[in-house]
Nanobody
Framework: QVQVVESGGGLVQPGGSLRLSCAAS????????IGWFRQAPGKEREGVSC????????YYADSVKGRFTISRDNAKNTVYLQMNSLKPEDTAVYYC?????????????????WGQGTQVTVSS
């Protein structure tokens, strides 16, 4: 059964850090890319970052560039999103999803098998 499960969310103060995990099961990351998305209250879901399954190419939205880092551990079949210098506007539910395409984009039409999400709240 193909599944991705997010974890690592929580409450953090502005300027703090969190590391999100996207654990994959039922498939291996060697052949699939993973994207991270987020949805803040009252807003549409937006793409945050992605990493390809082939050569590990990455993409970051301008709003997180320089603060977030995506990486993968194929041995653990897990993709991580390290989030530093967090801001209140990063507050959202964060989702991961897989893509069978070799694309460096977070356009949602390329993604399938979404997780349930993990809440990230940045507040003092």
């Amino acid at each position: 059964q193909v599944q991705v499960v997010e974890s690592g969310g929580g409450l953090v103060q502005p300027g703090g850090s969190l590391r999100l995990s996207c654990a994959a099961s039922g498939f291996t990351l060697d052949y699939y890319g993973i994207g991270w998305f987020r949805q803040a209250p009252g807003k549409e879901r937006e793409g945050v970052s992605c990493i390809t399954g082939t050569d590990g190419s990455t993409y970051y939205a301008d709003s997180v560039k320089g603060r977030f880092t995506i990486s993968r551990d194929n041995a653990k079949n897990t993709v991580y999103l390290q989030m530093n210098s967090l801001k209140p506007e990063d507050t959202a539910v964060y989702y991961c999803a897989r893509t069978p395409y070799t694309v460096v984009t977070t356009a949602e039409e390329f993604y399938e098998y979404w997780g349930q999400g993990t809440q990230v709240t940045v507040s003092s």
